[in-house]
Antibody
Framework: QVQLVESGGGVVQPGRSLRLSCAASGFTFSTYGVHWVRQAPGKGLEWVAVISYDGSDKYYADSVKGRFTISRDNSKNTLFLQMSSLRADDTALYYC????????????WGQGTLVTVSS | QSALTQPASVSGSPGQSITISCTGTSSDIGAYNYVSWYQQYPDKAPKLLIYEVSNRPSGVSNRFSGSKSGNTASLTISGLQTEDEADYYCNSYTASSSRVFGGGTRLTVL
């Protein structure tokens, strides 16, 4: 079955960097687009970024553009999110999620990794 | 990239039907049939309920249905059950190849 397991979250000071990882299994990772979606405590879902199956296309939410970089390593079935210049409003549970086959629709989600930006 | 607009809360009694609206623009909901709906319980990951406006993944109850008219999509839950009490989010593909979520709707089953 599809599994997406995020890691790398933690407490980080404002202005610092952090890299999240997402280990994928149970499907052919190299053939699906994958996303990062976040949810601030007590708030709604916010789409963050998507990367195409082969890494050639990347798109970002305006709120993270220029600060976050999405990437993937298909040889290791792993998705990454490099976050820099972190701010307090980046504090959230970060989910890794995959697209449905041949459709720009998120169908499976991980359980999330918590990032807290605080001094 | 403004969020899609959903009502903050809706409520209904067991057995009743409710509809949650999701309003976007001609650059997202109005432009594509790539609207999806998710159900989220507290401290759990979201679950896909509806994809491509009105399609249900295998295993999702047929009490859940979706539709779209112009820039507004809707999720209808019929025969409300207490287990349906959760948060619901809509999502759309956009003209800039990004995605956008609605603000979420808290469903209370009275």
């Amino acid at each position: 079955q599809v599994q997406l397991v995020e890691s790398g979250g933690g407490v980080v000071q404002p202005g610092r960097s952090l890299r999240l990882s997402c280990a994928a299994s149970g499907f052919t990772f190299s053939t699906y687009g994958v996303h990062w979606v976040r949810q601030a405590p007590g708030k709604g879902l916010e789409w963050v970024a998507v990367i195409s199956y082969d890494g050639s296309d990347k798109y970002y939410a305006d709120s993270v553009k220029g600060r976050f970089t999405i990437s993937r390593d298909n040889s290791k079935n792993t998705l990454f999110l490099q976050m820099s210049s972190l701010r307090a409003d980046d504090t959230a549970l970060y989910y890794c999620a995959k697209d449905r086959e041949r459709s720009p629709t998120i169908d499976y989600w991980g359980q999330g990794t918590l990032v807290t930006v605080s001094s | 990239q403004s969020a899609l607009t959903q009502p903050a809360s809706v409520s209904g009694s067991p057995g009743q039907s409710i509809t949650i609206s999701c309003t976007g623009t001609s650059s997202d909901i109005g432009a594509y049939n790539y609207v999806s709906w998710y159900q989220q319980y507290p401290d759990k990951a979201p679950k896909l309920l509806i994809y491509e406006v009105s399609n249900r993944p295998s295993g999702v109850s047929n009490r859940f249905s979706g539709s779209k008219s112009g820039n507004t999509a809707s999720l209808t839950i019929s025969g409300l059950q207490t287990e349906d009490e959760a948060d619901y989010y809509c999502n759309s593909y956009t003209a800039s190849s990004s995605r956008v979520f609605g603000g979420g709707t808290r469903l209370t089953v009275l």
